[in-house]
């Protein structure tokens, strides 16, 4: 029973634009959502947060948009650069620490 | 944040075999996890490693096959007991920090098993 789905194996956005990754999950319990990055060879590195009493969270290039009636969250990045390139991964909280992830979303920002 | 090393980076390892990978951080955390990515899947919590007690296993993960040692409140190991080919998946550690609120990970270790 996957909680966390990121429907979207993959997204190519150019250098410039904005790119959005998708999540939906379907336990009402979850109260904080994050977004990881991860890069070949390396472990997935914090990007950004956000607490279930939110519905949005900025920093800087990115942002974060949690719709809680629809079970569905989002990442938005722009201007996307080359060096956003990553797989990105959703994941969500319902108790102290313990994570739930989603399959990830390869993003791949070309020049 | 924390500096966590884990090693090896990978590993190549024969059916049958065992293999331990090691987690060091450069600070005193409460809660370290050790994590599974199988090929193409998501990131799935194997156990959290309890200092000085028994790690504390999720539904599918068992002792026998996974276990792991916390002597202090910097360093785990988990081993990969028995390996088989199913097993071939990166293992990461991951520790929790100050509010709990994010997890910060080591940089994996690649298992191949043949």
Known sequence: ?111 | SAVISQKPSRDICQRGTSLTIQCQVDSQVTMMFWYRQQPGQSLTLIATANQGSEATYESGFVIDKFPISRPNLTFSTLTVSNMSPEDSSIYLCSVATGSHEKLFFGSGTQLSVL
Not at chain 1, 45 to 52: A, E, M, P, R
């Open chain 1, 1 to 111: 029973d996957q909680q966390v789905k990121q429907n979207s194996p993959s997204l190519s956005v150019q250098e410039g634009r904005i790119s959005i990754l998708n999540c939906d999950y379907t336990n009402s319990m979850f109260d904080y959502f994050l977004w990881y990055k991860k890069y070949p060879a390396e472990g997935p590195t914090f990007l950004i947060s956000i607490s279930s009493i939110k519905d949005k969270n900025e920093d800087g290039r990115f942002t974060v948009f949690l719709n809680k009636s629809a079970k569905h969250l989002s990442l938005h990045i722009v201007p996307s650069q080359p060096g956003d390139s990553a797989v990105y991964f959703c994941a969500a909280r319902n108790t102290a620490s313990k994570l739930t992830f989603g399959t990830g979303t390869r993003l791949q920002v070309t020049l």
